[in-house]
Each structure stands twice: as structure tokens, then as C-alpha cells.
């Protein structure tokens, strides 16, 4: 295999200047024990200098104590330009989970950049049942966190803020692929088309969403809100989905 990176013009400047020296180092550091490389997520729709991560997915034929530590250096040098803790994968372990992570492969395989080595996402199928079923459990699931959560943070409004942030962040994706049993074709990777798709096909209050997306981005759409209220409101609708979800 030639020891090469591709594709990196398709990336933005910056995430070029970033992660060229990184992933050189990366392949040196694991040599024939790497297969690819790959870039995903946010940083290909809406890459923000000094604000957005870079996600990088590896796969090895192996991963042993030995091939993760001897990354642990120029990881700590990454962490320091957004370059998050990789994604370390084996071949094996793509093949054989796809049944139980079937909304993270694909949230990769529909918005990735190979920048280096066999293209390993490109051929994924992913089961519709197990789709559901994780969709499914990603909302039931973040129901019952919230309010644990609320308990613990609900004393303070920064800690609820945050908790909005957080949540609504990590029910993105399963949005996203809610999507995919109401309407035909690849899903927006846009978050605010994503929303308001979820607001004409499974009626809920894109407002409340939208909120705290402009809140994240740093608009302060709930900073004059009473916070309380404003959770209410929001669980009220994962409460809906809940419900949506059980019967898709």
C-alpha cells in the first residue's frame, strides 16, 4: 500500500494544514498494521476555526495495548489543534457490529473524506430493524438521563443549559435517522434542515430545538428564559418521540 494521503483538497484549508503532519506521523507510528484513515462528521458541513473539532475514524487489522499507546503522544499534540482521541477500529470489529451501532456507521459512511488507505465504509448495510431498535433505545434512553440529570443540575441554570446542550447534541444523529421511516433518500446533514424535517414529519416543536441550537452556537435564545420552563418544554417532546418511536 502506498504511504500516501488523498483527498486532502477536499477538505477545508485549515483541517488540511492541521491533519496532514498528524496522519503522517499516524502512519509512520502503525505502518502495515493500518488499512484507513478516514475524516467524518461536522467538520466536512460546518468546520468553525477555533470552534470545531476534527474527527478522524482508524482502522487496523489489529489493536493491541502496544498500538494504542504508542499514539498516545501525537494525540496529545492533536487535542491541542481539535484534533479529537480518534476513532480506532479493527477490520473485524466493523464487520461484525454494524447490527449494534447501526446509526454511528452510518452517520459515517454519508458524510466521510478516505485520506488514506482501502475504503472500508463504502460497501456498509445496515438492517432497518436494528436501526429502529437503536433509535428506539438513543431516545427512551436519553429521556430517563435527562431527568436524572435535571435533579442533579437543576439548582443551577448553567447546569441546566448545559444539560440542554448536551442532550440535544447527542440526539442529532438519532434524529437524523428517524428521518430515513418517514421520507425517502439520504437525510439532510444540515442540523437545522434536520430539525425542521422532524418538525413536518413527526410533528414536534422545532422551536424548542432551533433554541437550543442558536443557544450552542452562542445566539443566547434561551439565556432570558426561565430554564425550568424551557426544560419542560423540551421534554415534553422527546416524550412525544418516545412514543413515535415504539410504533415506526
Same mark, same amino acid.
Given at each position: 500500500?502506498?504511504?500516501?494521503?488523498?483527498?486532502?483538497?477536499?477538505?477545508?484549508?485549515?483541517?488540511?494544514?492541521?491533519? $496532514?503532519?498528524?496522519c503522517?506521523?499516524?502512519?509512520?507510528?502503525?505502518?502495515?498494521?493500518?488499512?484507513?484513515?478516514?475524516?467524518?462528521?461536522?467538520?466536512?458541513?460546518?468546520? $468553525?476555526?477555533?470552534?470545531?473539532?476534527?474527527?478522524?475514524?482508524?482502522?487496523?487489522?489489529?489493536?493491541?495495548?502496544?498500538?494504542?499507546?504508542?499514539?498516545?503522544?501525537?494525540?496529545?499534540?492533536?487535542?491541542?489543534?481539535?484534533?479529537?482521541?480518534?476513532?480506532? @477500529?479493527?477490520?473485524?470489529?466493523?464487520?461484525t457490529?454494524?447490527?449494534?451501532?447501526?446509526?454511528?456507521?452510518l *452517520?459515517?459512511?454519508?458524510?466521510?473524506?478516505?485520506?488514506?488507505?482501502?475504503?472500508?465504509l463504502?460497501?456498509?448495510?445496515?438492517?432497518?430493524?436494528?436501526l429502529?431498535?437503536?433509535?428506539?433505545?438513543?431516545?427512551?434512553?436519553? @429521556?430517563?438521563?435527562?431527568?436524572?440529570?435535571?435533579?442533579?443540575?437543576?439548582?443551577?441554570k448553567?447546569?441546566?443549559?448545559?444539560?440542554?446542550?448536551?442532550?440535544?447534541?447527542?440526539?442529532?444523529?438519532?434524529?437524523?435517522?428517524?428521518?430515513?421511516?418517514?421520507?425517502k433518500?439520504?437525510?439532510?446533514?444540515?442540523? *437545522?434542515?434536520?430539525?425542521?424535517?422532524?418538525?413536518?414529519?413527526?410533528k414536534?416543536?422545532?422551536?424548542?430545538?432551533?433554541?437550543?441550537?442558536k443557544?450552542?452556537?452562542?445566539?443566547?435564545?434561551?439565556?432570558?428564559?426561565?430554564?425550568?420552563?424551557?426544560?419542560?418544554?423540551y421534554?415534553?417532546e422527546? *416524550?412525544?418521540?418516545?412514543?413515535?418511536?415504539?410504533?415506526?
Amino acid at each position: 500500500m502506498k504511504r500516501e494521503l488523498t483527498n486532502i483538497a477536499q477538505l477545508p484549508l485549515e483541517v488540511q494544514k492541521r491533519i $496532514v503532519p498528524y496522519c503522517q506521523k499516524i502512519i509512520k507510528l502503525q505502518e502495515d498494521n493500518l488499512k484507513s484513515i478516514f475524516i467524518y462528521g461536522s467538520t466536512l458541513q460546518d468546520f $468553525v476555526v477555533k470552534k470545531s473539532n476534527i474527527n478522524l475514524g482508524i482502522i487496523l487489522d489489529r489493536i493491541e495495548f502496544s498500538d494504542l499507546e504508542k499514539n498516545l503522544k501525537i494525540i496529545a499534540i492533536g487535542r491541542q489543534k481539535k484534533i479529537v482521541a480518534p476513532l480506532f @477500529l479493527t477490520v473485524e470489529h466493523m464487520k461484525t457490529s454494524q447490527d449494534v451501532f447501526p446509526i454511528e456507521f452510518l *452517520e459515517m459512511k454519508e458524510n466521510y473524506v478516505l485520506i488514506y488507505g482501502k475504503d472500508l465504509l463504502k460497501n456498509l448495510s445496515i438492517n432497518r430493524e436494528n436501526l429502529r431498535l437503536q433509535c428506539e433505545q438513543q431516545i427512551k434512553g436519553k @429521556l430517563i438521563n435527562i431527568r436524572q440529570s435535571y435533579l442533579e443540575v437543576g439548582l443551577k441554570k448553567k447546569g441546566i443549559e448545559k444539560l440542554l446542550h448536551n442532550s440535544f447534541s447527542s440526539l442529532l444523529p438519532t434524529f437524523r435517522n428517524m428521518l430515513r421511516f418517514k421520507k425517502k433518500g439520504i437525510p439532510p446533514l444540515k442540523k *437545522e434542515e434536520i430539525v425542521e424535517e422532524m418538525g413536518n414529519l413527526y410533528k414536534v416543536n422545532t422551536a424548542v430545538f432551533l433554541a437550543i441550537l442558536k443557544d450552542k452556537q452562542g445566539d443566547e435564545k434561551i439565556g432570558k428564559m426561565d430554564a425550568h420552563l424551557f426544560l419542560e418544554r423540551y421534554l415534553k417532546e422527546i *416524550e412525544k418521540l418516545a412514543v413515535v418511536v415504539d410504533r415506526l
